[in-house]
């Protein structure tokens, strides 16, 4: 099961929006509606911020959005902030197995 | 409170077992799938494992077919993994998680599995 493919970094400055990719195949995230999106600090474990491609769980601050087109998925961040530098990974459902599949990882930085 | 501790990793040589061992508590545990999550330091997230609320159906990565086998005691709330012929690259923390995917999805701390010689 080949991982999801994602930017390795992006950055941005507290306040601005940044987007970033997610790109898999027809048989995950084009065919999945369980795409979901996870924050990890370092030394902790990852944190849901996402799932169903779009839905945030209860808690979840609604500067975090998440959509998909085709075969790739989007996480948005919105009015940026210090606490949002982490490592985030994307996953979905894959009917190879069946499974699941999680991305590579992205590294967002805060300016 | 929902709490999900793992236990059982450490050290072990190439070819050795493990069983690693989730107990849970704050919810109903029987009602949920349950899957285990793996994760080299400093590297990504590879899903592992996973097994329904009743334990009949279990779902396995390609890389641990054969060598892995989830189950789970839902009269003691805990999940278990018995992880077999080790190798290096089995070398990761391994976290429980609750209904991954889901709106209820919670992680635990994870337990450090390192093979080596």
């Known amino acids: 099961q080949s991982a999801l493919t994602q930017p390795a970094s992006v950055s941005g400055s507290p306040g601005q929006s940044i987007t970033f990719s997610c790109t898999g195949t027809s048989s995950d995230v084009g065919t999945s509606n369980q795409v979901s999106w996870y924050q990890q600090h370092p030394g902790k474990a990852p944190k849901q911020l996402i799932y169903d491609v779009s839905n945030r769980p209860f808690g979840v601050s609604n500067r975090f959005s998440g959509s998909k087109s085709g075969n790739t998925a989007s996480l948005t961040i919105s009015g940026l902030q210090a606490e949002d530098e982490a490592d985030y990974y994307c996953?979905?459902?894959?009917?190879?197995?069946?499974?699941?599949?999680f991305g590579t990882g992205t590294k967002v930085t805060v300016l | 409170e929902v709490q999900l501790m793992e236990s059982g990793g450490g050290l072990v040589q190439p070819g050795g077992s493990l069983r690693l061992s989730c107990t849970v508590s704050g919810f109903t545990f029987s009602t949920y799938w349950m899957h285990w999550v793996r994760q080299v330091p400093g590297k990504g997230l590879v899903w592992v494992s996973n097994v329904n609320p009743d334990e009949k159906f279990t779902h396995y990565a390609d890389s641990v077919k054969g060598r892995f086998t989830v189950s789970r005691d839902n009269a003691k709330s805990t999940l278990y993994l018995e992880v077999n012929n080790l190798k290096a690259e089995d070398t990761a923390v391994y976290y429980c998680?609750?209904?991954?995917?889901?709106?209820?999805?919670?992680w635990g701390q994870g337990t450090l599995v390192t093979v080596s010689s």
């Open positions: 998680v609750r209904d991954m995917f889901g709106p209820d999805d919670f």
């Open positions: 996953s979905s459902y894959t009917k190879r197995g069946p499974s699941y599949v």
